[in-house]
């Protein structure tokens, strides 16, 4: 799954030259706590959060004077995978994060709601599906290569001593949730998935080395 499957395309229009004023009574009746500032091309150029506007005396002032620069601003591509959007938000403690195209154009935005109600249409999704769909983006490493990996991982972090075929065994009778709970959370669940996929490749290319010589 990628960022774009979970942002919500529907956002607020602001724009540099918008006084305060006028984006405080935008953001109050669309009720949204935050809001992208784009130019007339689409292109993000700024961040304004509705705490930012309430410390502004003169509501006059272009929103450009006192919005959050691009370069300060936490932003994802649309075709980054769909934990990155995750990790951000909770890494970052944000409540929504703009999504952009290559070109930098805004394509939508993804919100801490948005990744909930994601997340519990996949509570019941059996844990081997995720390990199949990961398999299928690691190119060259085999299933087995992979279950071999996520025996590593499960020594490193718990001490436990488990075969790859054992691990398989497990993921066959877990859930997405049952996995979240029994991480300790999101983050360190998705944080062992990209260490496995990370040793399943260093293996590999180690493999490859020793093979040459």
């Known amino acids: 799954m990628k960022v774009k499957a979970l942002m919500d395309t529907k956002f ?3 724009y540099p030259e918008d006084t305060v004023e006028i984006v405080s009574k935008i953001m109050h009746n669309r009720k949204k706590f935050s809001t992208p500032i784009i130019d007339r091309t689409d292109k993000l150029v700024g961040w304004v959060n509705s705490i930012d506007l309430l ?6 002032i272009p929103i450009k004077d006192v919005m ?4 300060t601003i936490i932003v994802l591509n649309k075709e980054e995978p769909a934990k ?3 990790l951000k938000i909770v890494k970052h403690k944000v ?3 703009p999504v952009l195209a290559d070109d930098g154009t805004l394509v939508g935005l993804v919100r801490n709601c948005d990744i909930t109600k994601t997340l519990a249409k996949m509570y019941d999704i059996p844990v081997y599906n995720i ?3 990961l398999n299928a983006e690691l190119k060259g490493i085999s299933w ?3 279950m071999d990996s996520a025996a590593i991982v499960t020594k490193q972090i718990t ?3 488990i075969t790859g075929k054992e691990y398989e065994s497990r993921i066959k009778e877990s859930t997405f949730g049952q996995a979240i709970w029994a991480c300790g959370g999101l983050e360190k669940f998705f944080t062992g998935l990209i260490k496995i996929g990370e040793i399943a490749v260093a293996r590999k290319l180690s493999h490859k080395v020793s093979v040459r010589k």
């Open 12 to 14: 607020i229009r602001v």
């Open 68 to 71: 959050h620069k691009l370069d």
């Open 55 to 60: 410390v502004v005396d003169d509501k006059k």
């Open 95 to 97: 409540v929504s994060i």
């Open 144 to 146: 087995d290569e992979l």
């Open 131 to 133: 390990f199949k769909s």
């Open 159 to 161: 001490g436990e001593r």
């Open 84 to 86: 990155n959007a995750v």
